[in-house]
Every structure is written in structure tokens, then in C-alpha cells.
């Protein structure tokens, strides 16, 4: 029996509600797929203010290094009061802390619109219909949003400020590799998002994307511009496996794709690092309207833990129990209140999570 050590980082607001019922998934594939998970859990966030003074403190840091994968709830506190200390910086001292920490430069972002809840997509229903499942590969450690220089200068009508859009041959070959692999692991089709037509940048994004696609003739490859790619995503999603982004161009197609699935809360994500380790976390946030009330929908925990098991433990065929598992409660039509409509059952976080749990089993 193999044993994976997955440093539990449930964070805040409604981290812990939801972070009880992916924990409560796992700990159902154990017995079924063999394999024995070892727990550890951390402070992180505010959570972790309150004893450390540090929203990422050492003794968390240790605990992921001797892990080998994080499963990351969320943090952030309630608006009013950001600027306290407690709660000022909590999201970038947590989350660039550990990207930083542990190298995760592939952000792997599903957009998924099941057919059940296609009337919360804002597409027009001939389209929602047919649902779509995207998954937004994005290079998350570079590009525009980290080149220099940047800054300002000057002062009054001539007054400029600048950033500098870079990347090296090195950053886009394994992010390349990362789209193609995972595309492997789907259906096998990777468009490439560039601005070939105006940026030098793009040109040898588009260059070296297109040498990669050689070493993988079994994927389908394709370039596309990024403003024509906001369109298609709104006018056929359907054509879309896996978009292959650099930072910039994948921060916004990522967050439109995900729009477009209507649910936000019920979105996954991956942040990889070379070799197997990755960090797990729901698309949304701390949510702290809602927290303690029992009422967050669990399934963006759930499904960042199959993505868990799927990349970093290789796991395929029990991810995709999980993953059938929340379609089947969905056909069944049980919802928490942010999927809810009109006609089908409310369920709170913990019975979504058993019925999950029940299918899982069945
Ligand atoms: P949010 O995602 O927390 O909430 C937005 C809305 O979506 C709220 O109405 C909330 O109730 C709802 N929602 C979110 N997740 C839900 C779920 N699982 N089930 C049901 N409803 C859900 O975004 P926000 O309100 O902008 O931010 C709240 C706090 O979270 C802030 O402190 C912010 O900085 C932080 N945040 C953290 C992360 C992260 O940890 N990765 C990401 C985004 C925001």
C-alpha cells in the first residue's frame, strides 16, 4: 500500500467547513483505491495570525515541505477589515509565499459547465446546453506581471509608466510540456494563446510552443490570437480542451472561462511544480459572508482534491470516481444555495458532502 503525506492547510472564513468534507472524500478512496493518506494539518492566514504573527509561519512551511502535495482551503477575513494586521496581505504574503516557496509555475484552472447547471451560464442556451469542460494551462511565475523594469518616470504630460512582457526559452518549454502532458490526460488537444501579430514576445511564444507540439504528434495543436480566443470562448467553448496562456493572457481567459460556467464556487484549481508536487485549492475565496453558517458549497474542496490525486499522485481513475461522484449529486439535483433553483433540493455543506460521499461509495 502506498502512503501520501498531504499537508492540510484549511485556512479561513469557510475553509475549514468545506476543507472537513474533501478530507471526508479522501479518507472514502483510501480503503477503496489502496493507498493510505497521512494528514497534517497547518495554520494558515488569519488563522495563523492569532499564535505566529505570520500568515505563512515556519512551522507551516515545514509541514508542506515534508508533504507531498498541499490541499489549500482559503484565507482572507471580512472586508471592513482588511487593514487590520491580521487581515492586511493575508492573500499574497500566503499564496506568493508558497508559490515562491515551492517553485508552482503551472496553474491549472478547469472551467467545467455540467449540463445540469447550465442555466446559470450566461451563454445563451443553444450553447450552455452542450456544456463545455476547458482546462486554462497558465504560466503563473512569469511574463509581464514579473519582467523588469517596470515602474515610472518623468513627471507632468511626459510622466510614462512601464512593465516589461519577458520570457526565456526554458519558461516556455515547460509550460508547453505541462499543456501537452495534461492534455494527454484528456482529449488530447492544446490551442496556444498568443498576440503573435503584435508582440516580439509572442512571436518566439508561438515559436517555441510550435516546437514542443512536435515531440507530441498524438496532440492536436493549435495557435490562436487572444482577443480572437475571448470570443470563441463565448461563441463555441466547446472547441477548447486544454488553452495553453502565458500570465497575463491566462489571469484573463481563465476568469472568463471560468464566468462561463455560471458557478464559481464549484471550480478547482492546481498550482504544479516540477516533478509531482502541487498545491490544491478551490477557485473562490474565504467567503466570510457565509462562513459558520454550514451553507458553502464543499465541491471546489472536493474536486481540488481529485485534481490532487490525479496530478500529484497519479491517481486518474480515483479522481475520476470523485469527479463522477458530484455530477451524479448534481443529476440527482441536490444543491447548496449557490447552485440552487427553483424546483431542486437545498443541501448545507455537510450533507452535499455525504451525498457526494454516498454516490462515491455506491
Ligand atoms: P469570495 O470568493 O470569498 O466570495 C464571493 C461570493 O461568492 C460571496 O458571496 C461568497 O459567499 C460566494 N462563495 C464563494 N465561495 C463559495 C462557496 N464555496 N459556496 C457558496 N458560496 C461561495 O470572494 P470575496 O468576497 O471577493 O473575498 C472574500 C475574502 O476571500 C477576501 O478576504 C479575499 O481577499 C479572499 N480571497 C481569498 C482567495 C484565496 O484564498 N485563494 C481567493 C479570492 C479571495
Not at 494558515?44 to 505570520?54: E, N
Not at 487590520?84 to 492573500?91: L, Q, S
Amino acid at each position: 500500500m502506498s502512503v501520501k503525506k498531504i499537508a492540510v492547510l484549511a485556512g479561513d472564513g469557510i475553509g475549514p467547513e468545506v476543507m472537513q468534507e474533501a478530507v471526508k472524500v479522501l479518507d472514502a478512496v483510501q480503503s477503496k483505491y489502496n493507498v493510505k493518506f497521512e494528514y497534517k494539518h497547518a495554520l494558515v492566514g488569519g488563522a495563523a495570525w492569532d499564535d505566529f504573527h505570520s500568515h505563512l509561519p515556519e512551522e507551516t512551511l515545514n509541514i508542506c515541505r515534508e508533504s507531498d502535495a498541499i490541499l489549500f482551503g482559503s484565507v482572507g477575513g471580512p472586508v471592513r477589515e482588511q487593514d487590520t494586521d491580521k487581515w492586511c496581505g493575508v492573500e499574497v504574503n500566503s499564496l506568493l509565499g508558497l508559490r515562491k516557496e515551492f517553485g508552482l509555475y503551472a496553474n491549472l484552472r478547469p472551467a467545467k459547465l455540467y449540463p445540469a447547471l447550465a442555466f446559470a451560464s450566461p451563454l445563451r442556451s443553444d450553447i450552455s446546453s452542450k456544456g463545455f469542460d476547458i482546462l486554462v494551462v497558465r504560466e503563473l511565475t512569469g511574463g509581464i506581471y514579473f519582467g523588469r523594469p517596470k515602474g515610472r518616470s518623468g513627471a507632468g504630460e511626459t510622466e510614462t509608466a512601464f512593465d516589461t512582457m519577458i520570457y526565456s526559452r526554458a519558461e516556455i518549454r515547460r509550460i508547453a510540456r505541462v499543456a501537452f502532458d495534461t492534455a494527454r490526460k484528456r482529449r488530447n488537444k492544446v490551442t496556444s494563446i498568443d498576440k503573435a501579430n503584435v508582440l516580439t514576445t509572442m512571436v518566439f511564444w508561438r515559436q517555441v510552443v510550435e516546437e514542443i507540439a512536435g515531440e507530441y504528434p498524438d496532440v492536436e495543436y493549435e495557435p490562436m490570437y487572444v482577443d480572437n480566443a475571448a470570443m470563441q470562448l463565448t461563441k463555441n467553448p466547446q472547441q477548447f480542451d486544454v488553452m495553453l496562456c502565458g500570465n497575463m493572457f491566462g489571469d484573463i481567459l481563465s476568469d472568463e472561462a471560468a464566468a462561463l460556467t455560471g458557478s464559481l464556487g464549484m471550480l478547482p484549481s492546481a498550482s504544479l511544480a516540477d516533478g509531482s508536487f502541487g498545491m490544491y485549492e478551490p477557485g473562490g475565496g474565504s467567503a466570510p459572508d457565509i462562513a459558520g453558517k454550514g451553507i458553502a458549497n464543499p465541491i471546489a474542496q472536493i474536486l481540488s482534491a481529485a485534481m490532487m490525486l490525479r496530478y500529484s499522485f497519479n491517481m486518474a481513475a480515483a479522481a475520476e470516481s470523485i469527479e463522477n461522484a458530484v455530477e451524479d449529486v448534481l443529476n440527482d439535483d441536490y444543491r447548496t444555495g449557490d447552485i440552487w433553483q427553483h424546483g431542486s433540493k437545498r443541501v448545507g455543506t455537510a450533507e452535499m458532502g455525504d451525498r457526494i460521499l454516498k454516490r462515491l461509495e455506491s
